[in-house]
Structures are given as structure tokens and as C-alpha cells.
């Protein structure tokens, strides 16, 4: 079945650091693609999606390419802040699966100052 | 545009009881579906209504029930709750059109099984 599989966290990076969460899925046919974040005691916010290959999503300065070659959507940002600090959420989503997505396990960032 | 609203925000509840749990999706947003997040087991899909049918379905058990209304408002039920049960509930509700739009997600219900 699909799945999505990111790099275990915690991630602890200093700010202004550059950041990149690995995330790399298993589907059949064409997923659309997205990036959620999760701020403490939140539900889950929309970072940035992908509906096609090679297609970049992007939003406050995150962000992914969909790779179908590489079956990847890296999650990247230049220069992180102490606010970026949350958990940050991979998933997809199958034509195939009506309104089901598919969470990879979440990772961890700590922006320290 | 109001966001995805969900109460209550916080449950305690004791063993053996039941729950129902509402979910308000935002203006316009036919498809809502449901979260079970968890640290052991992340986030996992309940299951999907859009015009007042179920459409998909997760691996969970019969205990776990859910319906839509007419103004695609959605409620889930938790019957005979387990300590297991304890976790944050998420709803999200989807624009009209392909299975795949994007999801919205609500604040979550918070549920403590004592």
C-alpha cells in the first residue's frame, strides 16, 4: 500500500542554519504531494503541496520539489528562525483513496537562537 | 473564510463510555474527514464522508462511527471507549472537485480515556 517515510527527528539546528527534512513515498499512480506543520497544543497547518511531477511548492520560505525519479518531496529552507520550531509532517494523497492521506512520522525541528 | 471548527476542544472521559465528537468544515467544503493522532502510532486515517456518505474508510474498529449532515457538518462517535482511545482527534474538510484536494485541518479535539 502507499506509505510515506521521513527522516527521524529530532532535528536541533541554530538559526540562520539551512534545513532539510528527507521525506520519500511509496504510491501507485500519481499522489498529490504535501508538507504539514504542527505548532504545540495545534491541529495541523498547511505548509506547501505538489500535484504533479517536478512541480515546486512553496510558502514562507519552505520549500519542496516532487520528484517522481527519486520518488522524494525534501522538504527545504534557507534560513531557519526560532519560530519554524514545530513538528513537520510529510503526506500524501492517492486518486485511488478518496480523501485519505497518508502521514509519514512526523520530524521534529528545534530552532535554537 | 472561518476555519475548520472543532468541539469540543478537550475531553475527559472514563472507560466503558461513549463520546461524540463535532466537526464544522469550512463554508463551501463538501468532504470532511477524520484524524486519530497518537505518539505510538502518528496520525491515521478514520475515515472520509462527502454529501452525507461515507466514501472511505480506515482500519479501525466498529466502535468508531461517523456521519455527515446536509450542511456538511460532521460528527464521530467513539462507543464504548478503551484507554487506548486516548488521543487528539483531528477533522479537515476539502474544496469541491478532485479526491485529491488539499485538506484543511480544525484545532482537534483532545480525548483522555481515565
Known amino acids: 500500500g502507499d506509505s510515506v517515510t521521513q527522516m527521524e527527528g529530532p532535528v536541533t539546528l541554530s538559526e540562520e542554519a539551512f534545513l532539510t527534512i528527507n521525506c520519500t513515498y511509496t504510491?501507485?499512480?500519481?499522489?498529490?504531494l504535501f508538507w504539514y506543520v504542527q505548532y504545540p497544543g495545534e491541529g495541523l497547518q498547511l505548509l506547501l503541496k505538489?500535484?504533479?511531477?517536478?512541480d515546486k511548492g512553496s510558502n514562507k520560505g519552505f520549500e519542496a520539489t516532487y520528484r517522481k525519479e527519486t520518488t522524494s518531496f525534501h522538504l527545504e529552507k534557507g534560513s531557519v528562525q526560532v519560530s519554524d520550531s514545530a513538528v513537520y509532517f510529510c503526506?500524501?494523497?492517492?486518486?485511488?483513496?478518496?480523501?485519505?492521506?497518508?502521514f509519514g512520522q512526523g520530524t521534529t525541528l528545534q530552532v535554537k537562537p | 473564510k472561518a476555519g475548520v471548527t472543532q468541539t469540543p476542544r478537550y475531553l475527559i472521559k472514563t472507560r466503558g463510555q461513549q463520546v461524540t465528537l463535532s466537526c464544522s468544515p469550512i463554508?463551501?467544503?463538501?468532504?470532511v474527514s477524520w484524524y486519530q493522532q497518537t505518539p505510538g502510532q502518528g496520525l491515521q486515517f478514520l475515515f472520509e464522508?462527502?454529501?452525507?456518505?461515507?466514501?472511505n474508510k480506515g482500519n479501525f474498529p466498529g466502535r468508531f462511527s461517523g456521519r455527515q449532515f446536509s450542511n456538511s457538518r460532521s460528527e464521530m462517535n467513539v462507543s464504548t471507549l478503551e484507554l487506548g482511545d486516548s488521543a487528539l482527534y483531528l477533522c479537515?474538510?476539502?474544496?469541491?472537485?478532485?479526491?485529491?484536494?488539499?485538506?484543511?485541518f480544525g484545532p482537534g479535539t483532545r480525548l483522555t480515556v481515565l
Open positions: 463554508s463551501g467544503h463538501r468532504s
Open positions: 479537515a474538510s476539502s474544496p469541491p472537485g478532485t479526491s485529491t484536494d488539499t485538506q484543511y
Open positions: 503526506a500524501l494523497i492517492s486518486p485511488s483513496n478518496t480523501g485519505k492521506l497518508i
Open positions: 505538489a500535484t504533479k511531477a517536478d
Open positions: 504510491a501507485t499512480g500519481y499522489p498529490s
Open positions: 464522508y462527502f454529501s452525507e456518505t461515507q466514501r
